[in-house]
């Protein structure tokens, strides 16, 4: 795929993009803020099942964007944390914020016809509970989660399922992310990688990753798609 240029500073440039008809999101540091809620639920599950000491969420917050079952086997956890993790992710989803501007953008993006989903290291339950909770889901075409693939991210198979419920041409999607799992997953179905810098993104890691494009704020995706 061409490289297309890259923003650094100011409105994102999309010389060289065709306009985008469906947009494939990440969930977690792109739609929502979830960190204070994944690091309080973390924690709980890291003193439950491993015990006494300090719990390595910094380094699980590099992982993101990967299924959680993933991030313990690389980070060589007990697969039991999955549990008590996702417990209290849902206990404490209704803490979770969907990111300033983000109604607005999926609003307009509606209004002008283009199709959404949500491509997520979640499970794909919890990702359409969160997203009911927060009442955005009725905004996205299709919600998928990590288990519902073979593959998770940074494999492309939950984007290209995505897009073929969607019906999506190549050519003219785009996946916004805020991790390199999300960009490698965008670069291995074909389509524009988009990095959204307006998280709590390791913003030196995701540059590095040459995105094709770099928004700072959610209504710059706009300039992407179709009027």
Not at 65 to 82: A, K, S
Not at 158 to 169: R, S, T
Not at 174 to 200: F, H, K, P, Y
Request: hydrophobic share 45%; no cysteine; glycine share 8%.
């Amino acid at each position: 795929m061409t490289s297309h240029p890259i923003s650094h500073g100011g409105p994102p440039s999309g010389a060289g993009i065709a306009p985008a008809t469906s947009v494939v999101f990440d969930l977690d540091g792109v739609l929502v803020n979830s960190f204070a809620v994944m690091r309080q639920a973390f924690t709980l599950a890291y003193a439950e099942v491993v015990g006494d000491g300090e719990p390595p969420f910094e380094e699980y917050n590099r992982h993101l964007g990967r299924y959680f079952p993933d991030i313990m086997r690389i980070m060589g956890l007990p697969l039991e944390m999955e549990g008590p993790f996702v417990r209290e992710s849902y206990r404490l989803a209704h803490l979770v914020e969907v990111f300033d501007g983000v109604p607005e953008l999926l609003s307009e993006l509606r209004h002008r016809g283009l199709r959404l989903a949500v491509a997520t290291g979640k499970s794909g339950p919890r990702a359409r509970s969160l997203l009911n909770t927060l009442r955005i889901h009725e905004q996205f075409d299709v919600i998928l989660g990590s288990d519902e693939v073979a593959r998770p991210k940074p494999a492309p198979d939950i984007v290209l399922k995505a897009m073929d419920i969607m019906g999506a041409d190549p050519d003219r999607t785009v996946m916004v992310g805020d991790a390199v799992t999300d960009l490698a997953s965008a670069r291995g179905a074909g389509i524009t990688a988009v990095a959204a810098m307006w998280g709590e993104t390791d913003e030196k890691t995701l540059l590095a990753a040459e995105p094709d494009v770099i928004l700072h704020k959610p209504s710059e995706l706009l300039s992407l798609t179709v009027p």
